[in-house]
């Protein structure tokens, strides 16, 4: 059974960087797509970006300047680190897998910016 | 980037009766490989969301086959055949054929 359980920091001040990992479990790096999405009030989901299991990432316009995804398959975990947040980045963020047939989900995390 | 809009907002369904629920993009969502990259996503109070339907009519592994999505271009449907409890929620589209990957507003399946 395929599982993803992401953890990292839920409460930044502004110009903070946000951190978020997410270890997989009982799935191979290949095959999936390895997605970071966000969710607020204000914005609905909100596509952050992604990585392939050869390193390739893609990532929303809006947030390219402030964001990167990494991968560590040794670890088999996935991070998101997004700069210089500000209250905009106050959100559930979710990691998620997507392959054909099957999508995995993380639990999501709160993370709020305030000072 | 591709604006998602969905109708309605809200749909009060009948256990048992079907619904369904409309996506329109501002652009066409056919990607130069041919296939049109329209998913659908189901999110439970409190819960993850989860891709139900990808490529317009796809279902995911383990996804009710009262769940079905068609469409082309730029408008897309799904529908449900006889809505269950466990269907309540918020419903959204995405499209994954332009940068960024864009979701539309949700649409709010209840029970009456």
């Known amino acids: 059974q395929v599982q993803l359980q992401q953890w990292g ?12 990992t997410c270890a997989v479990y009982g799935a191979s790096f290949s095959g999936y797509y390895w ?17 392939t299991h050869r390193g390739s990432t893609n990532y929303n316009p809006s947030l390219k300047s402030r964001v990167a995804i990494s991968l560590d398959t040794s670890k088999k975990q996935f991070s998101l ?11 559930v963020y ?7 047939l099957r999508n995995h989900w993380g639990q999501g995390t709160l993370v709020t910016v305030s000072s | 980037d591709v604006v998602m809009t969905q109708s309605p907002l809200s749909l009060p369904v009948t256990l048992g009766q079907p ?19 329209l998913n659908w996503f ?10 139900l339907i990808y490529k317009v009519s796809n279902r995911d592994s383990g996804v009710p086959d009262r769940f079905s999505g068609s469409g082309s271009g730029t408008e897309f ?17 995405m499209q994954g054929t332009h940068w960024p990957l864009t979701f539309g507003g949700g649409t709010k399946v209840e029970i009456k």
């Open chain 2, 42 to 51: 189901h999110q439970r109070p409190g819960q993850s969301p989860r891709r």
């Open chain 1, 35 to 51: 997605s970071w999405i966000r969710q607020s009030p204000g914005k609905g989901l909100e596509y952050i970006g992604e990585i």
């Open chain 2, 19 to 37: 619904a369904s629920i409309s996506c329109r993009s501002s652009q066409s969502l056919v990607y130069s490989d041919g296939h049109t990259y």
């Open chain 1, 9 to 20: 920091a839920g409460l930044l001040k502004p110009s903070e960087t946000l951190s978020l």
């Open chain 2, 77 to 93: 449907t799904l529908k449900i055949s006889r809505v269950e409890a466990e269907d309540v929620g918020v419903y959204y589209c």
């Open chain 1, 94 to 100: 979710y990691c998620a897998a997507f392959g054909e």
């Open chain 1, 81 to 91: 680190k997004l700069r210089s947040v500000t209250a905009a980045d106050t959100a």
